[in-house]
């Protein structure tokens, strides 16, 4: 019974998770500025990270969060490379 | 799937309800991001992403691993920190860099900087 | 020995969370939370001045509650589409705290809130332009910041 109740929130997570993805997809092709588009990149991968977690509940392993933990930390540096990029037009000064 | 079978019923339907919460304020938060019409009111979206969703999801993850390992797992709590702690950076860079590409090209609904 | 003992304490916890808790582990993590503080004290940044830690506890479990708060009420906003009245715009809040510290937090604070986002912070006149999604009343919200937030980080960062 608990697999099943666990198994049916999983599966509406995930799916709930990959709509929210692919709206902040359209966000990035709608734009219409660069500052959307990097916005909707931050949200995408933040997205992507919480899917993942979902998915290491759906399994019951834990190697999952580690690829959590590396998107979590990669997407958080190209966003930041990304704003500076918008504000100064170039990355290294 | 074999860990899934001994988790007790009321622990099944707390992690239920948490991965709801975090995945449905998630959706939301991606509606607004689609429906609001100006870039500084996008902001504002995310940040239901960022606040409540991560913190659902991992609350879920944190209960379901410790309750099938049968001792405490707190990993997650590493990525809610994590999420916590840089989103205001990357938010508040784009949004000087917003600022000062309004600025630059004279948008009239951007309050000017004041003068030094 | 130890520079930053916050900062070695919380290395060695997280070096625990993601290993696995043991000896071993524990001898590991202090090794690489000590050269840590040493290579961050080669850095020498600005010490926070912790004066009155005990307050944070209840600071903490106020924002909780008030994100929670927001989230609910930003959710329903954006629900809503455009049908109700809402009216978002910026606002100029002037500030008292000066501490690097308390800014930083006061920052995290506000652009975790969905209503609100920091946007700019002016060192020089000591005012920050933040963003708010349902912009009601302008003398309130500054008021809500201040007395919420600002005074008991003042009060926590002394």
Known sequence: ?93 | MQAVVDLPIWAAIIVSLFLLLGAGLTLVGAIGFLRLPSFYERLHAPALVTSWGVGAIMLASILYFSITQQRLVLHEILIGLFVTVTTPVTFMLLARAALHRDRVEGNPDVPAKAPD | MLPYPILSFFLVIMWLLLNEFGLGHLVLGALVAMFAGWALASLRPDKPKLKKWYLLPKLLWVILIDIGRSNLAVARLILQGTRGSRRSGFLLVPLDIEDPTALAILAIILTSMPGSAWLEYDSGDKTVLIHVFDLIDEAEWISTIKQRYEAPLMEIFA
């Open chain 1, 1 to 93: 019974m608990s697999a099943i109740i666990l198994f049916t929130a999983v599966s509406i997570a995930q799916l709930l998770l990959s709509l929210s993805m692919a709206i902040a997809s359209v966000r990035i092709v709608i734009g219409p500025r660069a500052q959307d588009r990097i916005i909707s990149l931050d949200t995408l991968y933040i997205c992507a990270m919480l899917l993942l977690v979902t998915f290491g509940i759906g399994t019951g392993r834990t190697v999952y969060f580690e690829a959590a933990l590396v998107i979590g930390l990669l997407g958080f540096v190209a966003t930041v490379a990304l704003a500076k990029f918008l504000m100064r037009g170039e990355v290294i000064e």
